[in-house]
């Protein structure tokens, strides 16, 4: 018999340095008391200060790694991150058709913390048709929201905006970020269930450049909840509250954009 000790898939980028990208997810699942399984779709060479170079797998390993979890384990839950390109996009897609992973979270990783793209201009448009209307939940920031919309977003009415227009391309669930807004006091996600419920998510900003796998942390965190069986908004409030935390307990490693606290103590309440 399988164990249903619960278990969750990260279909990522590789990162060097350990900060973000697949690196980010094992160690948030891990925390999350959720066994984190992998589908390697591509390999970075990063640090803090940036990315050097990287590499796409080819499809044929990206599809045997899909099929020897399902033949073994029992994932109830999955995130996608780096993708790489349409031919990727498009790959995964077939794979996430073909074997039933649970409930998928999108992180739509497009550029780098230092600013190097890890998404293909021609991959936007796979992701919009082909991915987003898969997707249990779509976790943007907000460039990568514009990029998916072509909205420009400057205020709260923009966020709100941008994840109706998501929802509208098949997201079930939307969470815009708010981590790139010019307020310098606080971070402000706007929050649109598949119910029609929307609530705002708002945390003070810190002053640090440890913020390295933020999105990769908190797609997987929110992965990982729904991987225990909890609600989608269960999981989107943990996985805020764990950001915030790997945030305010900081560490230093490295020179660049240094990485969150993976060992951060959330507050279960």
């Known amino acids: ?6 278990q969750a898939l990260s279909i990522a980028g590789s990162d060097s340095g350990g900060g973000a990208g697949m690196q980010a997810d094992l160690k948030t699942i891990q925390e999350r008391h959720v066994f984190a399984t992998t589908v390697l779709v591509a390999i ?6 940036g990315v050097q170079d990287f590499m796409a797998l080819p499809t044929k390993i990206i599809d045997e790694q899909f099929a020897s979890l399902e033949a073994d384990l029992a994932i109830k839950a999955c995130k996608t991150g ?3 390109d349409s031919i990727r996009v498009h790959n995964v897609v077939e794979n996430l058709t073909r074997y039933d992973f649970g409930p998928l979270t999108v992180d ?4 780098a913390k230092g600013g190097a793209p890890l998404l293909a201009e021609d991959a936007i448009a796979t992701v919009k048709k082909e991915l987003i209307p898969l997707v249990t939940i779509v976790t943007p920031n907000l460039p990568e929201a514009e990029a998916l919309t072509g909205l420009t977003i400057e205020n709260d009415a923009d966020m709100q905006r941008a994840g109706q227009q998501l929802q509208a391309m098949g997201a079930k669930n939307v969470m815009v970020k708010g981590g790139h807004e010019a307020d310098p006091t606080t971070a402000s996600d706007f929050v649109l269930l598949e119910n029609g419920r929307s609530f705002w998510l708002r945390s003070p900003r810190f002053d640090t450049h440890n913020t390295h796998g933020t999105g990769d ?3 997987a965190c929110i992965t990982a909840e729904l991987a225990k069986g909890s609600d ?3 999981a989107i409030r943990t996985g805020k509250a764990y950001v915030s935390a790997t945030i305010a307990q900081g560490i230093k490693v490295g020179h660049g954009h240094g990485p969150l606290n993976h060992w951060a103590v959330v507050s279960e309440e």
């Open 44 to 49: 970075t060479a990063q640090n803090t200060l």
């Open 232 to 234: 989608i908004e269960t």
């Open 217 to 219: 942390t908190l797609s």
């Open 1 to 6: 018999m399988t164990s249903q000790f619960p």
């Open 108 to 111: 739509p990783v497009m550029i």
């Open 82 to 84: 780096m993708l790489a």
